[in-house]
Each structure stands twice: as structure tokens, then as C-alpha cells.
């Protein structure tokens, strides 16, 4: 069973989680002891059901109205998989979408997948980087490949791989990130960043543990995520927390807090940010959503 890579999964909108499909979300902060309104994102789909465009706007103040501010549009293969993403940022100015960053996916029938980021440069597409996976004979994810564009040298430069291992049912089970050495132009062979996933019995996600490892031993956590869920399988938190030597333990510095629908669809989220002395939340963010 193919699954995609962490990158792909980062690109992937959180629409595709939920049965029904998104309308808006709103976006609120907290200020002064009350919510107040941040960012309104509003969702449309094409003649399939897919996601066509997200459109962003910001609230302001000043005119107590909704300002547009960041359009992203998607196209689609025949088979509904993902061809391409395009960012937009409004001009107020000339009161027009002006292109900003362009994501373009390919999906190959067994091996493997790739992703390219562009920039748009005075006119013109630019590379950036991109991210290059490929599977196994089983049609597992076994390797991944981040690299930057060079454009002085107008050749790709690599960055980070990863090298995954699978359960058979598809899921990961952990990888292996390396950094790419310039000194020696190679990939780093002493120290190495190792993510560890865990899961109940059900398949459901339960977090990750990220690790150092120094000549393949590993010398010490550095950040560990865990997700709850209630009685009916919805997720209800996801707590990220770091891991503080001194103390020799798990420091949350961000949570996620759901409220949902029966169907399971999320209603809303909060999420609240500490800094690692402790206290009261620094920032508290709520996301509520509607749906058709």
C-alpha cells in the first residue's frame, strides 16, 4: 500500500480529513480577554468535489471589513490526484492577484513521486527546491530526497534525505534524516535525526518521537508529539512538547484542542503557545469551521 511522505503530507489541506467538505474557517485571536477575528479562509471545489481555490482574507480594523490578502488555485490529473498549486498574494494597489510560489506535483504509476517549488522572480517561474520519494517493490515509502536550486550554478544541490521503514500495512514506522556535508559532499555520517511514529490498535496516529542519533546511538530526544482522542475516535488534542536536558523531561510548548461535530468533523481547534519557563499561554489561536 503506497502512503506519501511527510512533505507531501504538510501539502495536503486539511479539507481531505473530514467527509464533509469546508466552507470557511475563522480564524480568531485572543486579545484584550476576548476573541477576535484574525483570518477568514473560504473554500470552493470543482465539479468533482476537489478543492479548487482557498481564499484568504484579513480582517481589519480600520474599515471593519474583510480584505483580501492570499489566493491558492489547484489543478487536477484525470485521476483526481493533485497537478499543481499556485499561491497568489492580493495588490491592493493595482487590485490584482500577483503570483507568488508555485507547487508542482508528479506521481509515478510504482516508483515514486516528486514535488517541485517555484518562486516567482520579476516575470518568470524560478526553481526553489524540491522533493523527490520513492517506494519499494511493495509500493512502500523507502526513501525521500530534498534539493535546493543552485541558481548561480543551474544545478539542483542536495539538502536532506530520509530513509523510511514501513509497516506492511503501509505506515511508518520511523525514518532516518541525514544532512548533506558540503565539506565533504556527502551525506553526514555522524549525526543523524531519527522519528519514531506510535499507534493503537485501531492504526489510529498516537504521535512521534524525535531523536539525535550520534554514530547510530542515540544521545537524546529532542521533541515528542501525542494525540488523544475520545471514546468514539475523534481527536480531541495534540500536545508538542520538547525535551529539556536539565530537567531530564517533556516541556509542552503547543496544544491543540478540539471540539467536534458528531459526525467527527472538527467544529473548531484552539491552539495555545508557552514558552518553555512556563506561565500563561504567550498565544492563543481559535479556528472554528462551517460546512455545506
Not at 264 to 290: A, D, I, L
Request: net charge neutral; aromatic share 12%; hydrophobic share 30%.
Amino acid at each position: 500500500m503506497r502512503i506519501i511522505s511527510l512533505t507531501l503530507l504538510f501539502l495536503i489541506c486539511a479539507l481531505s480529513l473530514y467527509s464533509q467538505k469546508i466552507q470557511t474557517s475563522l480564524r480568531q485571536t485572543w486579545h484584550n480577554n476576548t476573541w477576535q477575528d484574525s483570518l477568514l479562509d473560504t473554500y470552493t471545489y470543482d465539479s468533482r468535489g476537489l478543492l479548487a481555490t482557498t481564499t484568504e482574507q484579513r480582517w481589519s480594523p480600520a474599515t471593519d471589513t474583510w480584505i483580501d490578502s492570499r489566493r491558492d488555485s489547484h489543478t487536477y490529473n484525470a485521476d483526481s490526484t493533485e497537478q499543481q498549486q499556485i499561491t497568489q498574494t492580493w495588490d491592493a494597489t493595482g487590485h490584482v492577484w500577483q503570483n507568488q510560489k508555485m507547487v508542482t506535483f508528479t506521481h509515478l504509476s510504482h516508483s515514486g513521486a516528486s514535488i517541485l517549488y517555484s518562486k516567482w522572480v520579476t516575470g518568470s517561474w524560478q526553481n526553489e527546491l524540491q522533493v523527490a520519494s520513492i517506494y519499494d517493490n511493495k509500493g512502500l515509502l523507502s526513501k525521500s530526497l530534498k534539493q535546493k536550486w543552485d541558481a548561480a550554478a543551474g544545478v539542483w544541490v542536495n539538502d536532506i534525505r530520509a530513509d523510511y521503514t514501513c509497516h506492511s500495512n503501509g505506515k511508518i514506522d520511523h525514518y532516518v534524516c541525514q544532512m548533506w556535508d558540503t565539506a565533504t559532499q556527502d551525506w553526514s555520517k555522524k549525526r543523524k535525526d531519527q522519528c519514531r511514529f506510535a499507534y493503537d490498535k485501531s492504526g489510529r496516529s498516537l504521535g512521534n518521537t524525535n531523536d539525535i542519533l550520534v554514530h547510530n546511538i542515540r544521545i537524546r530526544h529532542t521533541s515528542k508529539n501525542i494525540i488523544s482522542y475520545d471514546g468514539q475516535g475523534h481527536k480531541t488534542s495534540t500536545s508538542f512538547t520538547d525535551w529539556d536536558t536539565p530537567s531530564r523531561s517533556w516541556i509542552e510548548l503547543l496544544r491543540e484542542d478540539y471540539t467536534n461535530n458528531s459526525d467527527g468533523s472538527v467544529s473548531s481547534y484552539t491552539c495555545q503557545q508557552w514558552h518553555r519557563s512556563g506561565g500563561e499561554p504567550y498565544s492563543k489561536v481559535m479556528t472554528k469551521y462551517s460546512y455545506f
